[in-house]
């Protein structure tokens, strides 16, 4: 399996989790100008930005790990792009979901990081 497609699960993996935990999804990989966000949902009355991340192992560090602050910066300059774009003034969230596999059992290990990162 590429990337891209083992990408596309991970996100389905991401998308049912947070559908299960109440979260309404908006918009699947919004492309702007500084990049793209893989989900945007709505919690109650905030609009929540949703990064998820794979990682098969942890040799390179986990999957948080690899949201730096320039990552961190190109989410932030995307999702005001979305929000201009939209006509949108609401309160806003940043998320990070991780996911990562096991390398005994090949099971996989969900993490949701609610507010991850500021605006």
């Known amino acids: 399996m590429d990337t891209t497609s083992i990408g596309k699960q991970m996100e389905a993996e991401a998308e049912r989790h947070l559908i299960a ?29 949703v990064e998820v991340r794979y990682r098969r192992n942890r040799m390179f560090g986990g999957a948080g790990m690899s949201v730096d602050h320039r990552k961190q910066r190109k989410l932030l300059l995307t999702a005001n792009g979305y929000l201009q774009m939209r006509g949108l003034d609401c309160p806003c969230r940043f998320d990070v979901i991780t996911i990562e596999q096991d390398r005994y059992n090949k099971t996989l290990k969900l993490d949701w990081i609610q507010g991850a990162f500021g605006q």
Do not use: K, S, Y
């Open 21 to 49: 935990a109440g979260l309404r999804i908006v918009e699947r990989n919004f492309r702007g100008r500084f990049g793209e966000i893989d989900l945007i949902a709505r919690d109650d009355n905030a609009l929540v930005f």
